[in-house]
Antibody
Framework: QVQLQESGPGLVKPSGTLSLTCTVS????????WTWIRQPPGKGLEWIGY???????NYNPSLQSRVTMSVDTSKNQFSLELSSVTAADTAVYYC???????????WGQGTLVTVSS | DIVMTQAPDSLAVSLGERATINCTSS????????????LAWYQQKPRQPPKLLIS???TRESGVPDRFSGSGSGTDFTLTISSLQAEDVAVYHCQQYYNIPRTFGQGTKVEIK
């Protein structure tokens, strides 16, 4: 059974950089796309972008100037960096696996990141 | 961007009754070359991540009870819970994976009447 676990700081200062890592267990990161989704408190889901195990990326244009994703196949991990954060970036951040086509079949439990001084 | 709009925002249904959630996309998510609708439904219970219920608009995931069904094509889709159970209380989201950026509906909260 594939499992995903997000990790990283729960508090980031305004104008700082949010950094999260997703560790995949129970399966290989290879041959799949992986994605980051976020959900502000009490709101809907927002797609941040995805990364292929080879390193190919595709980001949401609304966040593209601030987002960087990377992958480390040796550790079975992929990562998210979001720069110049503001309070509007406060959200639960989820990592997930992209199944063939684009739907998301395995999700991490999510981690709350709060942007505050 | 493809805008996904769900209706209603919330609904209350008696146990054992039918619940119907609609999802409309601002443009078609039907890919003509393979005749597939690039539309998924997720269930999100409180303090949990979303769970994939249905892909390709109508394909139920393994382990998902058959009281959940998806239908529709093009721009208009429906998730039906044929006989609501207590454990079905959740927020339901539709998602299109036809275009970048992937987009979700605003969510529909299902409660027990």
């Amino acid at each position: 059974q594939v499992q995903l676990q997000e990790s990283g700081p729960g508090l980031v200062k305004p104008s700082g950089t949010l950094s999260l890592t997703c560790t995949v267990s129970g399966g290989s990161i290879s041959s799949y796309y992986w994605t980051w989704i976020r959900q502000p408190p009490g709101k809907g889901l927002e797609w941040i972008g995805y990364i292929y195990y080879s390193g190919t990326t595709n980001y949401n244009p609304s966040l593209q100037s601030r987002v960087t994703m990377s992958v480390d196949t040796s550790k079975n991990q992929f990562s998210l960096e979001l720069s110049s954060v503001t309070a509007a970036d406060t959200a639960v951040y989820y990592c997930a696996r992209v199944k063939s086509g684009g739907h998301l079949d395995y999700w991490g439990q999510g981690t709350l990141v709060t942007v505050s001084s | 961007d493809i805008v996904m709009t769900q209706a209603p925002d919330s609904l209350a249904v008696s146990l054992g009754e039918r619940a119907t959630i609609n999802c409309t996309s601002s443009q078609s998510v039907l890919y003509s070359s393979n005749n597939k609708n690039y539309l998924a439904w997720y269930q999100q219970k409180p303090r949990q991540p979303p769970k994939l219920l249905i892909s390709w608009a109508s394909t139920r995931e393994s382990g998902v009870p058959d009281r959940f069904s998806g239908s529709g094509s093009g721009t208009d889709f429906t998730l039906t819970i044929s006989s609501l159970q207590a454990e079905d209380v959740a927020v339901y989201h539709c998602q299109q994976y036809y275009n970048i950026p992937r987009t979700f509906g605003q969510g529909t909260k299902v409660e027990i009447k």
